[in-house]
């Protein structure tokens, strides 16, 4: 691998790992937040529909990431979405 290769693949993965962190702090604090004292269903609930959210930003960054480590993808198209896609409404298990 020359040098040049290696710089831009250890960019790339710098690059990742910074995207990644967004999303994954947000779970993290969200959930740190809600644990902080009880809430009702409704309230859990909200929080749950926020995770999926950002579950399915992660699920785009990577694929995206993917895509261009497989080489059918363009390094301009990466990153989160502005078009987030929520998760159905559910109704309650119990």
């Known amino acids: 691998m020359s040098v040049i290769a290696g710089l831009a693949e250890t960019e790339m993965l710098s690059r990742f790992l910074h995207d990644l962190s967004q999303p994954v702090t947000s779970l993290q604090c969200s959930a740190d937040v809600a644990l902080l004292r009880p809430r009702t269903g409704d309230e859990y609930a909200a929080v749950l529909r926020e995770h999926c ?10 694929d995206d990431y993917r895509s261009i480590a497989f080489g059918d993808g363009e390094c301009g198209n990466i990153g989160l979405s502005s078009d987030r896609q929520e998760c159905p409404q559910t109704s309650p298990i119990l």
């Open 53 to 62: 959210v950002l579950a399915a930003d992660l699920r785009k960054l990577i």
